[in-house]
């Protein structure tokens, strides 16, 4: 009778040590998941995508030494540089599109006129801005080296710092942002006015006045 009771008692303590073995097993597992997924969500919270370089600029009226860039984008610093335009030239961007209409006598089909552009290539740089931190910048006033004489196409082109020293060297350094490998560039007409204090961008029906 004593050796079946002390048997039963040692089962009952295999049992209750493979449980405990069980237990303490799966807590350092369980532990590793929640730490993996902490550090998946905080990954996830902190990645970020940075905006691509582009440029906005508005046909303006200007007094002649300054023009006013609407927006620029230096995901990693840099300039934004005023060029000359040169090579005028239109493209049509489609030769047309199709436009189908149902009416009571059937379907009518409708031939739109291509889309067409200017183009422009840039030329000897007239001026630029002073540097800009990485970012989205607004409204930025670029003094030029020479007045203007006379109204006229101008292009505006973001550049980047290439070596860090926070001063536009083109072409020794600071080469354009570019986009599928051509120069990321907009161009306006700024119309010359001598007498004009101050420069006026137009956008559609808005207007926006920067004092000189």
């Known amino acids: 009778m004593t050796r079946k009771i002390t048997l039963v008692a040692v089962v009952a303590m295999l049992a209750m040590g493979t449980s405990a073995a069980l237990a303490l097993g799966a807590s350092p597992q369980a532990t590793t998941d929640v730490a993996a997924e902490q550090e998946t969500t905080t990954a996830m919270q902190t990645t970020t995508v940075a905006e691509p370089a582009n440029v906005t600029f508005e046909n303006q009226t200007s007094n002649g030494t300054v023009v006013v860039v609407e927006e620029v984008v ?31 006598m059937g379907t009518e089909t409708t031939v739109a ?59 020794e350094a600071d080469d354009p942002y570019t986009m599928d490998g ?15 204090g101050e420069t006026t961008t137009v956008e559609g029906d808005e207007t926006t006045t920067e004092e000189t």
């Open 74 to 104: 230096v995901p990693e610093g840099g300039f934004v540089v005023i060029h000359e335009a040169e090579g005028a030239a239109q493209t049509t961007t489609e030769i047309g599109t199709e436009t189908e209409v149902e009416t009571e």
């Open 113 to 171: 006129a291509g889309a067409e552009t200017q183009r422009y290539t840039a030329g000897a740089v007239l001026g630029n801005s002073t540097y800009l931190e990485p970012g989205v910048h607004e409204n930025v006033t670029v003094e030029l080296d020479e007045p203007l004489e006379e109204s006229q196409v101008l292009i505006a082109m973001p550049h980047q710092d290439t070596n860090d020293n926070q001063q536009y060297e083109f072409p």
């Open 182 to 196: 051509q120069a990321v560039t907009d161009w306006a007409n700024v119309t010359v006015e001598e007498d004009a």
